[in-house]
T-cell receptor, first 112, second 112 residues
Framework: SAVISQKPSRDICQRGTSLTIQCQVDSQVTMMFWYRQQPGQSLTLIATANQGSEATYESGFVIDKFPISRPNLTFSTLTVSNMSPEDSSIYLC?????????FGSGTQLSVL | GQNIDQPTEMTATEGAIVQINCTYQTSGFNGLFWYQQHAGEAPTFLSYNVLDGLEEKGRFSSFLSRSKGYSYLLLKELQMKDSASYLCAVRGTNTGGFKTIFGAGTRLFVKA
């Protein structure tokens, strides 16, 4: 498995502002993933973040709204830009290690 | 594209056995995950099946049939703490690697 540290664990933000979520892994991993889990829903993949290349976004998600950085093999950030109440959700980073997909503890975001 | 179906809710009795089914349609299948998620927590990895057959881990077992696009998670000797959502997720190909897509989840209620 992997130890994944994600912060902040929760935040309350004002509409129109941006929040950057950080994800730190205790080992080097090629692929990191960012998911969103809206209230009462399952997980939806936002994008795949590979070190040294642009992130690959899923349908319905764009780089201007969710810019991602992947500066090295142990760290990534996801920014939620120009937030609206519809962005209130849990955001999770995950990594693949030895045939398993493991998650950070998540960031609970509330937008007022 | 990918499509993953699993029942929305199930109820079972403490001490009993419950089977949660998952059917999927995908291109570039590379494995199937099962996760447990308690309310307010990140998903916890339970199993990963790549080949056909049954894999057992204590009280939990997972089965895969690739030709039928079918998997199930079997929980034995149910305990109250097993009340949670169970997520089926399929690993498929993506640009430059793999990505994992989640089903909507099955909410399991264990009653005394």
């Amino acid at each position: 498995s992997a130890v994944i540290s994600q912060k902040p664990s929760r935040d309350i933000c004002q509409r129109g502002t941006s929040l950057t979520i950080q994800c730190q892994v205790d080992s080097q991993v090629t692929m990191m993933f960012w998911y969103r889990q809206q209230p009462g829903q399952s997980l939806t993949l936002i994008a795949t973040a590979n070190q040294g290349s642009e992130a690959t976004y899923e349908s319905g998600f764009v780089i201007d709204k969710f810019p991602i950085s992947r500066p090295n093999l142990t760290f990534s950030t996801l920014t939620v830009s120009n937030m609206s109440p519809e962005d209130s959700s849990i955001y999770l980073c995950s990594v693949e290690v030895s045939g398993g997909l493991f998650f950070g503890s998540g960031t609970q975001l509330s937008v007022l | 594209g990918q499509n993953i179906d699993q029942p929305t809710e199930m109820t079972a009795t403490e001490g009993a056995i419950v089977q949660i089914n998952c059917t999927y349609q995908t291109s570039g299948f590379n494995g199937l995950f099962w996760y447990q998620q308690h309310a307010g927590e990140a998903p916890t990895f339970l199993s990963y099946n790549v080949l056909d057959g049954l894999e057992e881990k204590g009280r939990f077992s997972s089965f895969l049939s690739r030709s039928k696009g079918y998997s199930y998670l079997l929980l034995k000797e149910l305990q109250m703490k097993d009340s949670a959502s169970y997520l089926c997720a399929v690993r498929g190909t993506n640009t430059g690697g793999f990505k994992t897509i989640f089903g909507a989840g099955t909410r399991l209620f264990v009653k005394a």
